[in-house]
């Protein structure tokens, strides 16, 4: 499976994105699909994660209630809905799969994106 990230931009604070993570590869839609950040200086971190069938969702606590994830499988792509960003939200968004139920561990995700730039600032 390979999977590319997008949607990162400059946005102000309070305002909206929504990233995608467009997945080649067959049976994509057998995949849990997470979405972890990184902070300049600052470890990656887990944000959201969706199952296979889009019925379980895990998020971070920073981001619950902000952001939404989900998935269609018909066209191979993951969302992460992004509201109310704050200047924390800073980051390079990452997107990532495995075979298996939806996790917040990092290690036990075996395919990643390169990674979409968000920046909040004014």
């Known amino acids: 499976v390979q999977l590319q990230a997008s949607g990162g931009g400059l946005v102000q604070p309070g305002g909206s994105l929504r990233l995608s993570c467009a997945a080649s590869?067959?049976?994509?839609?057998?995949?849990?699909v997470g979405w972890f950040r990184q902070a300049p200086g600052k470890e990656r971190d887990f944000v959201a994660a969706?199952?296979?069938?889009?019925?379980?969702?895990l998020y971070a606590d920073s981001v619950k209630g902000r952001f939404t994830v989900s998935r269609d499988n018909a066209k191979n792509t993951v969302f992460l809905q992004m509201n109310s960003l704050k200047p924390e939200d800073t980051a390079i968004y990452y997107c990532?799969?495995?075979?298996?139920?939806?996790?917040?561990?990092?290690?036990?995700?075996?395919?990643w994106g390169q990674g979409t730039q968000v920046t909040v600032s004014s």
């Open positions: 590869g067959r049976a994509f839609s057998a995949y849990t």
């Open positions: 990532a799969a495995y075979l298996g139920i939806a996790t917040r561990t990092e290690n036990r995700y075996d395919f």
């Open positions: 969706i199952n296979w069938s889009g019925d379980v969702t």
